[in-house]
C-alpha cells in the first residue's frame, strides 16, 4: 500500500528565511509524487511532481523539492519565503504502474511566514 | 482554457436527505476523481471515473455513489445522509494517463445539520 508521511503539523518560519517541509512516502512500485498547496476555502493548487530524472525538481511560485530515493523522501523548499505562501501544504503519492488517478495525500503541513 | 467546475459552492441538508454534487472536468480530460477532506480524516479518496466507468473506488459505504456522463462530466451522490458527511469535497480531472496531472476544483462544502 502507497502512503506518504508529514510530520510536521505546523511550520513557522520568518519572511526571507528559506522554508522546508518535509515528506516522507512508501510506495511498492515507481513513486509519482507531488506537492499541492490550498489557501483558505479553496480547492488543491499543483505545485510540483517527481516522475523520474533529476531528484532537485522546480515548481510553481518559487518552489522546489528534492527527491532522495535512500530516505524515501521528497522535501519541499524555498530559498526564501513570503507571507503570501502561509497555507496549508499536501505531499501525494500516486503509483505511476497501474494508470490509475488515484491520490494518497499525507495529513498536511501548516505554513504560517511571519513578516 | 476553463478550469475544473464544481456546482454548488456551498449545501446545508439535514440528516437523512440525499445530496447529488456536480463537476465538470477540464476540456477534454476523460478522469474524473472525487475527495472528501475533512479536518479529522483529511483527503481521502472517494472514487475515480474514466470514460464513463467507475476504475477505482475508496473505502466509503455505498451511500456514495457517483457516476460519469459521456461529455465526462460528474455527479456524485450522497443517499441517507449523516453529520459525518459533513465535509468539503473536491473533484480532479485528468487526462487519465499514467503521468497525467490532477486539477483540482474549489470544491463543494457540504454541511449536514
Excluded at chain 1, 518560519?13 to 479553496?42: D, H, I, M
Amino acid at each position: 500500500a502507497q502512503s506518504v508521511a508529514q510530520p510536521e503539523d505546523q511550520v513557522n518560519v520568518a519572511e526571507g528565511n528559506p522554508l522546508t517541509v518535509k515528506c516522507t512516502y512508501s510506495v511498492s512500485g515507481n513513486p509519482y509524487l507531488f506537492w499541492y498547496v490550498q489557501y483558505p476555502n479553496r480547492g488543491l493548487q499543483f505545485l510540483l511532481k517527481y516522475i523520474t530524472g533529476d531528484n532537485l525538481v522546480k515548481g510553481s511560485y518559487g518552489f522546489e523539492a528534492e527527491f532522495n530515493k535512500s530516505q524515501t523522501s521528497f522535501h519541499l523548499k524555498k530559498p526564501s519565503a513570503l507571507v503570501s505562501d502561509s497555507a496549508l501544504y499536501f505531499c501525494a503519492v500516486r503509483d505511476m504502474d497501474t494508470g490509475f488517478q488515484k491520490l494518497v495525500f499525507g495529513t498536511g503541513t501548516r505554513l504560517l511566514v511571519s513578516p | 482554457k476553463a478550469g475544473v467546475t464544481q456546482t454548488p459552492r456551498y449545501l446545508i441538508k439535514t440528516r437523512g436527505q440525499q445530496v447529488t454534487l456536480s463537476c465538470s472536468p477540464i476540456s477534454g480530460h476523460r478522469s474524473v476523481s472525487w475527495y472528501q477532506q475533512t479536518p479529522g480524516q483529511g483527503l481521502q479518496f472517494l472514487f475515480e471515473y474514466f470514460s464513463e466507468t467507475q476504475r477505482n473506488k475508496g473505502n466509503f459505504p455505498g451511500r456514495f455513489s457517483g457516476r460519469q456522463f459521456s461529455n465526462s462530466r460528474s455527479e456524485m451522490n450522497v443517499s441517507t445522509l449523516e453529520l459525518g458527511d459533513s465535509a468539503l469535497y473536491l473533484c480532479a480531472s485528468s487526462l487519465g494517463t499514467g503521468k497525467a496531472k490532477l486539477f483540482f476544483g474549489s470544491g463543494t462544502q457540504l454541511s449536514v445539520l
